[in-house]
C-alpha cells in the first residue's frame, strides 16, 4: 500500500460563537469563474511533484517551489525545488535544487516581504522509513535511509527556512522556523510576518503563530490557537493565515476531527495575532485552503476537493472573511484523491493563475498543473 499524506496526518463546530462574533455560516451564490487556459507546466515527467506554492513579486515574476525529485507521495528521495516564469505563466524554467538533505524534503512554500528578500519554507521527515517497497526499489531505498547514521537521523527532523536577498540566486543555510505549513507565511501591514503552523516534532504538537521582526531572518512564537470543545489539537494541521483589508487576520485550518471531518475551520484574530477566536466550520469540504488577498479588497480561498469531482475549487469572501460563497471550479477532472495543495495569483491585468500538483490517470508520477482563470 503506497503511504500517503492521510496516513502521515494520522500518525504524527463553532459551538454558537459564530453568532456573536459577526460571522456567519451562510454561503453566498457561486461567483462566475471562466478558465483561460489548463496545462502542465512540470518539466520532469518520470518523477513525482508535490505540494507546491505559487508566489507572484513585486516585480511580476512568478516562482514556484515544491517538493520534487520524488517516486512516490512518501519516499525518501524529496528535494525542495523551484522554476520561474517571467511572462506570466505561458513559460517556466527547468526547476532549480533549492534544498536536499538526507532525509525527506516535503512540502514546500515560498513568498517574498515588502524588503524584497525571498523566503522558502520546508518540512523534514522519517514517514517512509516504516514503508519501505517490497520490490526492485527496496535497495535503492534503504542505501537513500543510510546516507547518514541512525543516530544522526532524527536531528534532520524540523521545520526549515532558507532566504535569499538578491531574488533567488543565492541562498542561506536552513535554519529552524518553529512550526511548519505548506504554503509559508504571510506579510502584514505592520511589517512583521507572520507564520501560522505546526509545531511538528515537538512534544504536543501545538498549533498557532510565529513573528519575525528582522525579514524573516529568525522567529519567535506569538500565541497558540484555541482547540474546540470536543476536538483534539493533534488533528489539526496545516494552516495558512492572511491579513484581510480592514486588518483582521484570518487563519484557516485543515481540520481531521469527528465534528466536520475534512472541512477548512477558520479562526481570526484582532489585535495583530497575540489572541486568536476558537476555529469554526465555513461550511467549506476541502483541504488544504491558501488565501489571497485581491486587489478590490476581496478573500479568495483556493482548496483540493479530494472527492468527486476531483481537483480544486475556490471561494470568494466580500466581506473580510465572515462568509464565503459557493465554490467555483478551478479544475474537477482528476484520476484521483492524489492531488492538490492550490496556491493562486493575481496578474497585473487582474485575472488569477492557480498551481497545484496532480496524479494524472496517465502516469503513475504526479505533476505541476496551472489554471489561469478570471472572476467575472
Same mark, same amino acid.
Given at each position: 500500500?503506497?503511504f ?14 459564530a453568532g ?9 451564490a457561486?461567483?462566475t ?5 489548463t496545462?502542465?507546466?512540470?518539466q520532469?515527467?518520470?518523477?513525482y511533484?508535490?505540494?507546491?506554492t505559487l508566489?507572484?513579486r ?7 517551489v515544491?517538493s520534487?525529485?520524488r517516486e512516490?507521495h ?10 520561474? *516564469?517571467? %511572462?506570466d +505563466? #505561458?513559460?517556466w ?5 533549492? $534544498?536536499?538533505?538526507?532525509? /525527506?524534503?516535503r512540502?514546500a512554500?515560498?513568498?517574498e516581504?515588502?524588503?524584497?528578500t ?12 516504516s ?5 526492485g526499489?527496496r535497495?535503492?531505498?534503504l542505501a537513500a535511509h543510510?546516507?547518514i547514521?541512525?543516530?544522526?537521523r532524527?536531528t ?5 527556512m532558507?532566504r535569499?536577498?538578491d ?8 535554519y ?16 512583521r ?10 512534544e504536543?504538537?501545538?498549533i498557532g503563530?510565529?513573528? *519575525?521582526? %528582522?525579514? +524573516? #531572518? ?5 500565541a497558540?490557537i $484555541?482547540?474546540?470543545p470536543? /476536538?483534539n ?12 483589508a480592514?486588518g ?9 476531527n ?5 472541512e ?14 476558537m476555529p ?44 464565503w ?5 478551478i479544475?474537477?477532472?482528476?484520476a484521483?484523491?492524489?492531488l ?11 485575472t488569477?493563475l ?7 490517470a ?6 505541476l498543473r ?7
Amino acid at each position: 500500500m503506497t503511504f500517503t499524506r492521510r496516513h502521515f496526518l494520522k500518525n504524527t463546530t463553532s459551538f454558537g460563537l459564530a453568532g456573536s462574533l459577526g460571522f456567519s455560516m451562510k454561503l453566498g451564490a457561486a461567483p462566475t469563474a471562466t478558465i483561460l487556459e489548463t496545462k502542465t507546466i512540470s518539466q520532469l515527467p518520470n518523477l513525482y511533484h508535490g505540494w507546491p506554492t505559487l508566489t507572484r513579486r513585486s516585480n511580476g515574476q512568478l516562482l514556484i517551489v515544491c517538493s520534487g525529485g520524488r517516486e512516490q507521495h512518501v519516499c525518501p528521495f524529496g528535494r525542495v525545488e523551484m522554476q520561474r *516564469s517571467d %511572462d506570466d +505563466g #505561458k513559460t517556466w524554467t527547468f526547476p532549480r535544487t533549492l $534544498l536536499d538533505g538526507p532525509i /525527506d524534503d516535503r512540502d514546500a512554500g515560498v513568498m517574498e516581504t515588502a524588503k524584497g528578500t525571498l523566503l522558502v519554507t520546508t518540512f523534514t521527515s522519517l514517514a517512509y522509513a516504516s514503508h519501505f517497497p517490497n520490490d526492485g526499489r527496496r535497495a535503492r531505498w534503504l542505501a537513500a535511509h543510510q546516507r547518514i547514521p541512525e543516530k544522526e537521523r532524527n536531528t534532520e527532523l524540523g521545520e526549515w527556512m532558507i532566504r535569499s536577498t538578491d531574488g533567488g540566486i543565492t541562498w542561506s543555510e536552513r535554519y529552524s522556523t518553529i512550526v511548519n505549513s505548506p504554503h509559508g507565511p504571510t506579510q502584514l501591514s505592520d511589517g512583521r510576518l507572520l507564520y501560522a503552523g505546526k509545531k511538528l516534532w515537538h512534544e504536543g504538537e501545538e498549533i498557532g503563530v510565529c513573528e *519575525s521582526r %528582522d525579514d +524573516g #531572518k529568525s522567529w519567535q512564537w506569538l500565541a497558540g490557537i $484555541l482547540t474546540r470543545p470536543g /476536538d483534539n489539537h493533534k488533528d489539526y494541521h496545516e494552516l495558512h493565515a492572511i491579513e484581510g483589508a480592514e486588518g483582521r487576520l484570518i487563519v484557516h485550518i485543515r481540520n481531521h476531527n469527528k465534528a466536520d471531518h475534512r472541512e477548512t475551520l477558520q479562526s481570526e484574530s484582532k489585535d495583530g495575532g497575540k489572541t486568536w477566536s476558537m476555529p469554526r466550520a465555513i461550511g467549506v469540504w476541502g483541504l488544504p485552503s491558501f488565501l489571497t488577498r485581491l486587489r478590490d479588497g476581496r478573500l479568495l480561498m483556493s482548496y483540493g476537493h479530494r472527492r468527486k469531482p476531483f481537483g480544486n475549487q475556490a471561494r470568494v469572501s466580500d466581506d473580510h472573511g465572515k462568509s464565503w460563497s459557493e465554490p467555483v471550479i478551478i479544475s474537477g477532472d482528476g484520476a484521483s484523491d492524489d492531488l492538490g495543495y492550490p496556491s493562486t495569483v493575481e496578474l497585473a491585468d487582474g485575472t488569477l493563475l492557480t498551481v497545484w500538483y496532480e496524479q494524472l490517470a496517465s502516469s503513475k508520477f504526479a505533476v505541476l498543473r496551472q489554471a489561469h482563470w478570471k472572476l467575472a
